[in-house]
Structures are given as C-alpha cells and as structure tokens.
C-alpha cells in the first residue's frame, strides 16, 4: 500500500536503527481518517474470508484492530498481558517475548471469548521478529479457533518473522513491508 510507504517515509523516526516510531499516525496518536482507509485495504483482502472475530494484543493493536473490525462489522478480542482481578475464569496464555521493552510475559484471552466457532483475523501494528504473533496463533491453536490470516500495519521483513509465519501457511498481509532501516538512510521498502 503506496499510502503506509509514504506515511512511513514523511512521518516516522528512525530509532538505535531497528526502532520505527510512528507515535504521530499510527501509535499514541492515531490518524483515525488514515487508518480507516487501512481498515478498507484489510477488507479487500480479507473481506471475503467469513471473519468472525479480529484478535490483537494491548495495547498499541487495541485502537487499530477497532477500526479494522469497523466494515468486517465483528467483534475485537485483545489479549491481555496481565491477568486482571475481573478474568475470573480460565484462560488460554501463551508466552511473548516483547522486542521493544526487551522482557518476556505471559498474554492470555479468556476461554470463553474464542472457540472452534471463530474464524480470526489477527492485526497487529508492527511484524519484526514475529514474537507477537506466534502468541496469537498459539492463542488461537489452543481455542480451536481457525486463522484466516494477519493482517500488519508495518512489517520488518528484514527481522524474518514474517517469512517465517508465511513459511508454516498462515496469509500475512502487510500494508508497508521495510527491507531495511538505519538512522543514515532511512527507510528502504521491498
Ligand atoms: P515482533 O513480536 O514481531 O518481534 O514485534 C512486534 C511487536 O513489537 C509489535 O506488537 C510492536 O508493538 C513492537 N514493535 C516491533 N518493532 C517495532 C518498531 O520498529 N516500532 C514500534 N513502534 N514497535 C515495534
């Protein structure tokens, strides 16, 4: 998608060279009229696949996956990285290290908002190393539910985790996928 590329090229910031920050569009502040227009891209690849259900994982996924799940017009299922005081029953966990904060935790979604009947859209933000989504599909793998595919708003295709969940059959479609990224160049897309 032309768009993200050019989105990506005038707004984001290039951080330690393997950071994008895109805190003016796409994380903390959220162009709602430009990721509605991410939403439709989603919709027209994804829109006939019979999705009942978008998952993601707090928190940057959680206002993204909203809008994405606007025209598939289904529910957003976040995974936790918490067990809260009101997830009184069981739960499906699975573990993810996470490439920004540099710590590993447990996410987790209750069993009883994902089951054989769902078929999920998985959205996420960003797709490096893939850590956060191998923990949705154990998610899912666990649940019974069927994935349709990813749906990523940026992909690090140099970090290989995208190829890597291509390589085991899931459908990643990624809106900007970066072939490589440094503070002296900028940012190179595929
Ligand atoms: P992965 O689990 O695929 O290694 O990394 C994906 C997760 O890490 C995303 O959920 C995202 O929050 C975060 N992430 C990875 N790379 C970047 C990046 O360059 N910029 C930002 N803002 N987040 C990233």
């Known amino acids: 998608m032309k768009l993200m590329e050019e989105r990506v090229r005038r707004d984001g910031l290039i951080e330690n060279g393997d950071v994008l920050k895109v805190g003016t569009f796409l994380n903390q502040t959220i162009d709602v009229p430009f990721i ?11 829109g006939n696949e019979g999705v009942t259900k978008i998952l993601t994982i707090e928190a940057s996924g959680i206002g993204l996956a909203c809008l994405t799940a606007v025209p598939f017009g289904v529910p957003v299922l976040f995974a936790k990285k ?37 078929r999920v859209l998985l959205i996420d933000d960003f797709l490096a190393k893939g ?3 191998h923990g949705l599909l154990t998610l899912c793998e666990k649940a019974g539910a069927s994935v349709v595919g990813a749906g990523i708003f940026i992909e690090k295709q140099y970090q290989g985790g995208g190829d890597e969940i291509r390589a085991m059959g899931i459908r990643v479609e990624s809106l900007a996928k970066i072939k490589s990224m440094s503070v002296e160049d900028g940012v190179e897309f595929c």
Do not use: K, W
């Open 36 to 46: 509605c227009e991410c939403a439709e891209e989603f919709y027209r690849l994804f």
């Open 82 to 118: 918490s067990r809260s005081s009101n997830m009184a029953g069981g739960v499906y966990t699975a573990p993810v290290y996470s490439f920004t904060h540099g710590t590993q935790h447990e996410i987790m979604v209750p069993d009883t908002m994902l089951g054989p009947g769902d």
């Open 131 to 133: 850590e956060a989504l």
